[in-house]
């Protein structure tokens, strides 16, 4: 069943399959673009191993494309979802102290970061 | 150094009649989490002190004749996902670096006014993602039955540490296994309990969708007793679940005779599992058969997608959760940022590990725009497949079983490299999380000397057919007082 599917997509790994193979389903450029949107930096290598895992996973996830979905309602939650209501009443919260004691850098109760922009005072 | 701990009834016994304290209990278990702690690398960190003053607390109460609950006085220890006031949480990442809860998990809030005593938090995937524990940037557990493989995971540590009788009873959390398959390779019983029907709040969320916190113990007969304790609405969690929770331990009648168990063709076939695994399921199945349990086959034709569906959505999941880890509220912030992104992107790359990245990276191109309707909906709608599947199939019978892995503990290292064979460790499993529905792993024999586990699967909120079919099995076989090897 699955284990087979895959054999038989020839899923890849490497070697000589990944480089025969004509389609890929990402490539290295989409994989640095999302990897910006995600606020990551991958190294050289790192960006090359990661674009032939994700294919050979997107390539996995094309088994989908058999199942007829057509008027299929998506299931974001699997519990019916309800909304619970509560009595409308203050309760006490984190300490602002408390919120910002994790900070690696604070001032008082507020979170420093560094300039926004390039050059901007800090 | 100090022997296996016993079951959650046997302490509760001994403590009970006096034959032991708490105290003594917690100095034995800390004693053998440390003496383990080279060989299995089960825990991030104790918490000695707190632990034995939690414990002479417990002594002073059952003195008084005040015992809280049936946990009360028992050593436990909790998966380092979920917080403690005053204490560090990892999620064995380096991005969680020099981290301080200022407060309590609500399971955390619950083992306390049970009068349980925590002695330490479990290693784990790192932000719970993984199938074998070793993608913790602590390092790798290993399984107390062969210490050259993996004991599963994501929750391995906690698995190893039950296992190896360190505690009685550990907290596990289940997105797609990572209760049930650890359970499975480490021969202990593994319940991950309805969606929703333990609180997550104060679990590091990693696909909230997905994500229920459970057990690992011994015996079926323990996890009843410990969800006794951990389940039920809280207002800090909306999707939990407001139904009353029910005595589990004792609805335990031993008793199954008319139940219908149904068997999944689609899980059931020779493909893709080890024929050794399917034999002690099998006669499992059989043994049930014999307690009065009825077997009839069923479908749950869309199984062969579960996969696929199962990491587009938790991968997309978790890239929006894990989008709060940033550097500035909390953990690791790299140094010499010469701007706010750039500090954002040496924090996030510098802090996760490869597998994080990896499934960030996946979810965030699910998500992303052009692709959103082609993975992300196209995978909830298979979802709500699957869901239809589980539904018919309990039209017709009360629980399922199938095996809870394809096969036995793996050899440290031998997946490592390739994330979509290590994603198949699920294939059993990950149904279960998609559907909300409640899954127990219990020892059902050894394949290759190592443990193998039966799953069941239950209507949602019917844990308690789950249990009680289990610790039936459990009255007529022995599989689950098999302890490892002491290590060397």
Known sequence: MRLRHV????????????SLSIMSRITREEVERVATLARLSLSGDEASRMTSQLDAILDYVELLRAVDTTGVEPTSH?????????ED?????????????????????????????????? | MAGPLGTISELR??????????????DAALARAEALEPALRAFVGLRPERARAEAAEADARVARGERRSALEGIPVAIKDNMVQAGEPTTCASRILAGFVSPYDATVLTKLRRAGAVIIGRTNLDEF???????????????????????????????????????????LGSDTGGSIRQPAACTGIAGMKPTYGRVSRYGLVAFASSLDQIGTFTRSAADSATALEVLCGHDPHDSTSLPEPVPQYSQRLSGEISGLVIGLPREYLVEEGVDPAVLQCVREAVAELERCGAKTREVSLPHTKYAIATYYLIATAEASSNLARYDGVRYGHRAANAKDLGDMYRRTRSEGFGAEVKRRILLGTYVLSAGYYDAYYRKAQQVRTLLRHDFDQA???CDVIATPTAPEVAFR?????????????????TVSANLAGIPGLSIPCGFAHGLPVGLQLLGKPLDEVTLLRTADSYQRRTDWHTRRPPEPA
Do not use: C, I
């Open chain 2, 412 to 428: 440290l290292g031998e997946k490592a490299s390739d994330p979509l064979r290590m994603y198949l460790s699920d294939v059993y």
């Open chain 1, 78 to 86: 699997a519990v019916p979802v309800r909304t619970p209501l509560r």
């Open chain 1, 89 to 122: 009443r203050a309760v006490p919260g984190l300490p602002p102290e408390l919120a910002v004691a994790n900070a690696p850098e604070r001032e008082d109760s507020a979170f420093v970061v560094p300039p926004v922009l390039e050059g901007e005072e800090h």
């Open chain 2, 128 to 170: 719970a993602m993984g199938s074998s524990t070793e993608n913790s940037a602590y390092g790798p557990s290993r399984n107390p039955w062969d210490l050259a493989r993996t004991p599963g995971g994501s929750s391995g540590g906690s698995a190893a540490a039950v296992a190896a009788g360190v505690v009685p009873l550990a």
């Open chain 1, 7 to 18: 054999a038989a997509r020839g899923y890849r790994v490497g070697g000589a399959l990944a």
């Open chain 2, 394 to 396: 309990f039209a017709g």
């Open chain 2, 13 to 26: 016994a001994q403590l009970d009649g006096r034959k032991v304290s708490s105290r003594e209990l917690t």
